[in-house]
């Protein structure tokens, strides 16, 4: 039995409770400045406001200004916060972790650079920590509210150290939670950001049939085509961000999940039915929308490169389209054409 803590009492983050419980590790969860809610009703009553779920028994409960003594004798820190919430981690949390003690993040997204090149989070973090502190990953098709219910799930754990990574892999896998691990945390931490993008895109579709045809009426002829597209784009993108195109794996099959529902698939709804960006936020006030967050991230790096000649714009016709939408509240209009290849052997 291990010390678990996971640190961001979020939806996913508490999610990862159910396997390292059927393991029979002692969990403890910290909640953020933002958590408080989630703490204070989860220490009456175990139940989790916002995954809607009981947590398994025994789980402590730890406010953030109790996080150091939550830290204090544990074996592995979870990572639990949104992309939102990176630079509170990086700042407040990471410092205070030991070197001994490795870190294993939810967290997806990615940093542009400004010079056409982006960074993961683990890269992100490790520029700005010990270099012997031991950042890890997870990326991968997985949704919390079903890795609470114990539905079958398969992940990538990411990071340097292969011994690690097994070491975790050992801590974490059930017979419904499983999990892969890879050293190419560039190649799967990239490909596990972009869908985001690119679930927005494909739900585009959907706002499209029900703007046409009233709600409830949906056309997968057209959203098979965006991913497709969005299949295709997301491979060139992570060999141009220097990871293994064979990572798509984990990105298409995380784009999959997030099409059928949460935030994004809103706000591609929403915009596909005619409201524009600023329409579509206003309707969805409150509601973190990373797919937003990243598609400027991306298209901003691909633009970049681009205007250096180091890639073809006729590459990217999605990506820039959602761009589009975002930074100039451009409507909908797919560029159906720009999809058409022609192959020869």
């Known amino acids: 039995m291990s010390v678990i803590t996971i640190i961001g009492a979020g939806m996913m983050g508490s999610a990862l409770s159910f ?38 028994d025994g789980i402590k409960f730890y406010s953030d200004n109790e996080m150091e003594e939550a830290i204090k004798g544990s074996d592995l820190i979870i990572g639990g916060v949104s992309s939102f919430g990176v630079d509170w981690f990086l700042k407040e949390v990471l410092s205070k972790i030991p070197n001994s003690i490795p870190v294993l993040s939810v967290t997806k997204g990615m940093i542009d650079l400004g010079d056409g090149n982006m960074l993961t989070y683990p890269e992100y973090y490790r520029k700005y920590t010990n270099p012997y502190k031991s950042l890890n990953a997870i990326g991968g098709a997985c949704t919390s ?35 892969s691990i890879s050293q190419d945390v560039r190649g799967v931490e990239s490909a596990v950001a ?21 709600k409830g009426v949906i056309h997968y002829n057209s959203q098979a085509a965006l991913f497709g597209q969005s299949v295709r784009e997301m491979m060139k993108l992570i060999k141009i961000l220097g990871g293994n195109e064979e990572d798509i794996v984990f990105g ?13 698939r809103k706000i591609g709804v929403l915009l596909g039915k005619g409201f524009n960006i600023d329409e579509a936020l206003d309707t969805l006030k409150g509601v973190t929308l990373e797919s937003v967050v990243i598609a400027g991230r991306a298209a901003t790096a691909v633009k970049e490169l681009i205007g250096k000649n180091k890639i073809d ?33």
């Not at 298409?252 to 994004?264: E, K, S």
């Open 252 to 264: 298409a099959g995380d784009l999959y999940v997030t099409i059928f529902g949460g935030r994004t």
């Open 194 to 214: 972009l869908k985001n993008i690119y679930a927005l895109a494909v739900t585009l579709a959907v706002g499209i049939s029900e703007k046409k045809e009233g």
């Open 313 to 345: 714009r006729k590459d990217f016709p999605l990506l820039l389209h959602v761009d589009d939408i975002i930074t100039n509240k451009a409507m909908v209009d797919i560029p159906w054409d720009d999809f058409e290849i022609e192959r020869e052997l």
């Open 145 to 179: 509210y079903e890795l609470a219910d114990k539905d079958n799930t398969h992940v990538c754990f990411c990071g340097d150290d292969i011994n690690v990574l097994r070491r975790l892999k050992r801590m974490l896998e059930t017979d419904y939670y499983h999990i």
């Open 19 to 56: 396997p390292a419980s059927d393991n029979s590790h002692d969990i403890r969860i910290v909640g953020t400045p933002l958590d408080k809610d989630i703490i204070e009703q989860a220490k009456l009553t175990n139940y989790h406001i916002t995954l809607k779920r009981y947590l398994p």
